[in-house]
């Protein structure tokens, strides 16, 4: 069975628990974040309705770690198993992204790859999308469709939970006696509750809504003003890009330990103004509009022609981040506006 | 378990050569053999201080050791200039693409290069002079801010220009007493006439401004925009086209360069920033 019921979600999560570490979700001051699971408290259960506030990018590719140690090479650590329950399908897409980066033939991560390989991804239905959700705009969906091992979905009485991966019908096997099977209704009900997500997510993203490609709107306008403008209202506080799921930038430096020296590799950020300056002063990015409209093709553009996939998944964590006002919505819908009124002005001069 | 990308290997500088008042070359022994194509470059560790990107000016043909020019220009580099014969270092890569030499077979080879610009072209220079005879002919044209600026002295000044198939021309910003070269900026020493331009690949490496202005002048004289090979300096850091630092347009320089063709780049902003 790929797809089966089961009453209380305590009970998986337990489940779980017994076979490796597991972080769950937790709500801190109207927030959620992801915390280690305790079997032994019976509250540490919660059903978080969208993603949590921190990316999913800090499990397999942390704030900073040792990358090399030399001149006597040392193995890392060994990565234990471990999961990560509550996960949305934002954050799958961003782990897909993250994916292409570092596991790219010939260029894998090593220290990416141990986590990717270790990691027992549990996602669930967004049941409550937030003022800043708008994966909708970019053709998400609140509710994931591949890329976990487990799915959960609430339903009236319990959850509809779904294998996608062998490691996650395994899991399924291997515990079938706590779950039960899942009538029709039930997975109706699931649809229903999805449409219903869904259609919110819309209403939401009414005023956001882009009149073609993302890349098309980012691309064309390029020479746009709508860069420099916005950037007046940023104060590079670089929040955007660490809560970003899917930003990866890092730097690497070198460290003396009393015994070895180290290479760290630590994220950094295209918003920093001396992010891409060189030894003897050049800077291709010194104006903050021109790291802004950077970071834009990055995502919208570059990363597209490259991978195959634009490099933002519409979770929203920029906009409820940043200390200024720079919404990457607006941003968006000002310059797909912007050729829609270009190829309008066309049109009309052509007639 | 996947091979360490950020792992460096060891080596030890074993000779260190004054070039000019602000530029070095190291001669660095890796542990072990170390190979690299001509343009490829390397990410040079001294060790728990940090690294930076350079392109061996040596030829790639010899595997125990490679030289390493660098000009004082920055922290990495300020430091390394204070190391001598012994000091310890590490090294990552080789990385990015090289020059196409294969390409550039059955044509003429004009290389613009200025200050520590002539730092890989030295390495294109002794790699092209290897095969001579696949070229139609090696043209340089090379600019120095004065006499004592110009690096690799003995030979440039010597040995290279006497050899066959191959044309040089030296240009100094400023001249002094005993200098009876020309004076100008490199710009001043090309030519529209200086090689049978349909039949030729221009490669040039040298400061930002330099190559700017260098590349308008190719393109006025009518060298198609494919044939134009510039070498990007950026800021590389991680090598393996991740860590985005050395983004140029939709292209990591690390990864896709840091050889380009002019066409491939110049649609992108600030290029020669």
């Known amino acids: 069975m790929d797809t089966v019921f089961i009453g209380r979600l305590k009970s998986l999560l337990d489940a779980v628990a017994e076979q490796m570490h597991l972080y769950v979700p937790r709500k801190v001051d109207g927030h959620y974040v992801c915390v280690g699971y305790d079997p032994s408290v019976e509250t540490a259960v919660e059903y978080n309705t969208i993603r949590v506030c921190t990316p999913v990018k800090e499990f397999l590719f942390p704030l900073r770690e040792l990358a090399a140690v030399f001149p006597e090479p040392v193995a890392p650590a060994d990565v234990r198993p471990f999961a990560v329950f509550g996960l949305k399908a934002c954050d799958l897409r961003s782990i897909e992204i993250l994916d292409k980066v570092f596991l790219e033939k010939d260029f894998e991560d090593p220290l990416y790859v141990a986590r990717r390989e270790n990691m027992f991804v549990i996602s669930s239905d967004c049941t409550e999308p937030g003022e800043s959700c708008f994966c909708s705009v970019l053709e998400g969906k609140p509710y994931a469709e591949g890329g976990f091992d487990l799915n959960v979905s609430a339903v009236d009485d319990g959850f509809v939970v779904q294998a996608g991966s062998s490691k996650g019908k395994r899991f399924l096997s291997e515990h079938a006696s706590i779950f039960g099977d899942v009538p029709d209704a039930l997975l109706a009900e699931r649809d229903k509750n999805r449409a219903g997500v869904q259609a919110s997510l819309e209403r939401i993203n009414a005023d956001y809504q882009l009149g073609g490609a993302s890349k098309d709107a980012v691309e064309q306008g390029y020479e746009s003003e709508v860069f420099d403008e916005h950037a007046r209202t940023c104060v590079e506080c670089q929040a955007c890009t660490r809560v970003c799921p899917t930003c990866h930038c890092f730097y690497l430096y070198d460290t003396k330990q009393e015994d070895y020296f180290g290479k760290m590799k630590m994220w950094d950020s295209c918003m920093r103004t001396g992010y891409a300056e060189v030894a003897g002063g050049g800077n291709p990015r010194k104006i903050l509009g021109d790291r802004l409209r950077h970071r834009l093709m990055h995502k919208f553009v570059y990363f597209l022609e490259r991978y195959g996939m634009e490099m933002c998944v519409g979770c929203g964590r920029c906009v409820d981040a940043e200390a200024g006002d720079m919404d990457i919505r607006m941003v968006l819908k000002r310059l797909s506006d912007e050729l829609t009124d270009k190829g309008k002005a066309v049109a009309k001069k052509a007639k | ?273």
């Open chain 2, 1 to 273: 378990m996947t091979a360490n990308l950020y792992q460096p290997i060891n080596g030890q500088i074993t000779d260190v050569i004054d070039e000019s008042p602000t530029i070095k070359s190291f001669v660095i022994a890796p542990e072990h053999d170390f190979q690299f194509a001509t343009g490829q470059f390397v990410e040079l560790t001294l060790p728990g201080e940090g690294e930076a990107p350079f392109t061996p000016s040596s030829s790639p043909r010899i595997k125990e050791k490679m030289e390493i020019t660098i000009m004082k220009a920055g922290r990495v580099t300020a430091q390394l200039h204070g190391c001598g014969k012994g000091q310890r270092v590490a090294i990552r890569g080789p990385y990015g693409n090289g020059y196409p030499i294969d390409d550039f077979a059955g044509k003429h080879v004009y290389i613009v290069g200025g200050g520590v610009g002539l730092a890989p072209i030295r390495s294109l220079f002794l790699t092209l002079v290897d095969r001579i005879g696949d070229f139609k002919s090696v043209v340089c044209r090379f600019g120095a801010r004065t006499p004592a600026d110009f690096i690799y002295k003995d030979t440039l000044f010597g040995e290279w220009q006497k050899l066959d198939g191959v044309e040089m021309k030296l240009t100094v910003d400023e001249g002094n007493g005993d200098w009876d070269g020309h004076v100008g900026v490199v710009t001043t020493i090309l030519g529209p006439k200086d090689v049978d331009i349909k039949n030729a690949v221009a490669v040039v490496c040298g400061p930002p401004i330099m190559m700017k202005f260098a590349t308008v002048n190719l393109l006025e004289y009518g060298f198609d925009p494919n044939s134009i090979y510039l070498s990007m300096e950026k800021n590389m850091s991680c090598g393996v086209g991740k860590c985005g630092h050395c983004m140029l347009g939709k292209y990591y320089v690390c990864k896709d360069g840091p050889v380009f063709t002019y066409a491939q780049v110049h649609k992108y902003p600030n290029i020669w920033e």
